[in-house]
């Protein structure tokens, strides 16, 4: 069984910065995909990082060029640095690995 604990989600102005972790626990598997997704109220959750291994990344059209996803598989974490935020990226930010996700940690981007 696998368990995942983000950490990292606040309160941050327009343009700011965050950088989310999530700590894995259980069989963990370096080959397998770690992905970031986010839920707004009232939204479907959607996936906006994944990760396979280190050169292997895909990022959701809205997030490209702003967040960077990387994995530390030595510590089995995974990291989601989210630059130049804006107003639409406030949702929960869940971890997830196969079939198991994290409690989520929310981030709100406001002035």
């Known amino acids: 069984q696998v368990q995942l604990v983000e950490s990292g989600g606040g309160l941050v102005q327009p343009g700011g910065s965050l950088r989310l972790s999530c700590a894995a626990s259980?069989?963990?598997?370096?080959?397998?995909?770690m992905a970031w997704y986010r839920q707004a109220p009232g939204k479907q959750r959607e996936c906006v990082a994944r990760?396979?291994?280190?050169?292997?990344?895909n990022y959701a059209d809205s997030v490209k060029c702003r967040f960077t996803i990387s994995r530390d598989n030595a510590k089995n974490i995974v990291y989601l640095q989210m630059n130049s935020l804006k107003t639409e990226d406030t949702a929960t930010y869940y971890c997830?690995?196969?079939?198991?996700w994290g409690q989520g940690t929310q981030v709100t981007v406001s002035s």
């Open positions: 990760i396979t291994s280190p050169s292997s990344t």
């Open positions: 997830n690995y196969s079939d198991s």
């Open positions: 259980g069989r963990i598997f370096s080959a397998y995909a």
